[in-house]
């Protein structure tokens, strides 16, 4: 039964560890049998290496996005065997946006799994080793940071990729140019600059050629109209034709992602309670900078899945 005061969403890079859903595992099967069905796809025993890594290889982008798309997957398949009602709406940070296509009926899961896959890696082949980076700007809002990248360009790339939330935006792109950003941005009163752990310089312009390589990847894959609506990255629209998915799904690749666009569309479509559903709890944090009024339930091991099943048993 679908509620329409209900969505779900789902994590990106950056919320996988080792050991993750390890507890929700030992307690329903399901999860692990989720496991092994994606590495029959991959080739290699993937929750070997969510259970016990090594970190490094977990991390590895064409590793952690096949992870994190099945760790959401499975968890929303705990969630209906155990009678959890249907959400409105769905949406996913980055990565997070192909395991809400998944869940939604949209994508199957044996084919996202290699495409993410191959996502994963033509993003790391895209801009060399070191070329490359992202920064968490904090405390200052978005066309500031748009003066403040402008500024920094200097004729390379740099860009906001993420706005996660108010205060709180990622910039990409070249590394050098990101340096450049970080120091104007600390000069026009950012609370906090943080380069970012990452080796991939995610929605930005760096990432057109990967795009154009994965738009002609997604040619070999069948998208079907979503049973739940999925909000995109790229403008917190849904979309009901599989062509236009196709081009959603590209251009998130060099978009950026607009995280507080799409929780405040929620709003405004009547959600009051929202789950995150995956590893971690990174996005609840984000929701709840976005808007205190919406109650937001992460669900990654037994007690966080009885609380948000009997939490939303009498939405109405």
């Avoid at 993003?123 to 080793?129: D, F, H, I, L, T």
């Avoid at 990174?282 to 966080?304: A, H, M, Q």
Wanted: hydrophobic share 45%; glycine share 8%.
């Amino acid at each position: 039964m679908t509620n329409s005061k209900l969505a779900f969403v789902f994590p990106g890079q950056g919320s996988q560890s080792v050991g993750m859903l390890s507890a929700l595992a030992a307690q329903f099967p399901l999860v692990e049998e989720t496991f092994h069905e994606a590495g029959r796809s991959l080739d290699y025993d993937l929750w070997d290496l969510v259970e016990n890594g090594p970190e490094d290889r977990l991390n590895t982008t064409e590793n952690t996005q096949p992870a994190l798309l099945t760790a959401g997957v499975a968890t929303w398949r705990v969630w209906l065997e155990q009678g959890g009602l249907t959400p409105a709406l769905m949406a996913g940070h980055s990565l997070g946006e192909y395991s809400a296509l998944v869940c939604a009926g949209s994508l199957l899961f044996n084919d996202a799994v290699s495409l993410v896959a191959d996502r994963g890696r033509l993003m790391q082949s895209a801009v060399p080793e070191g070329e490359g980076a992202m920064a968490a700007i904090l405390g200052l809002d978005g066309d500031e940071l748009e003066t403040v990248c402008s500024r920094a360009a200097e004729g390379q790339i740099v860009s906001p990729a993420n706005f996660n939330s108010p205060g709180q935006i990622v910039i990409a792109g070249d590394t050098d140019a990101v340096k450049r950003a970080i120091e104007l941005a600390a000069a026009a009163g950012a609370k906090r600059t943080i380069l970012l752990p990452v080796s991939v310089p995610s929605h930005c312009a760096l990432m057109r050629d990967a795009a154009k390589e994965f738009a002609e990847r997604m040619n070999n894959i069948t998208i079907k109209t979503p049973t739940i609506q999925v909000l995109h990255n790229i403008d917190a629209s849904s979309r009901s034709d599989a062509t236009m998915i196709k081009i959603a799904l590209a251009e998130q690749l060099y978009q950026p992602v607009r995280w507080i666009e799409t929780i405040k569309k929620m709003k405004e479509e009547g959600i009051t309670h929202i789950i995150e559903c995956g590893p971690g709890k990174v996005l609840s944090g984000l929701i709840k900078r976005i808007d205190r009024t919406i109650e937001v339930l992460p669900v990654y091991n037994p007690p966080t899945l009885v609380k948000a099943l009997e939490t939303t048993r009498d939405l109405d």
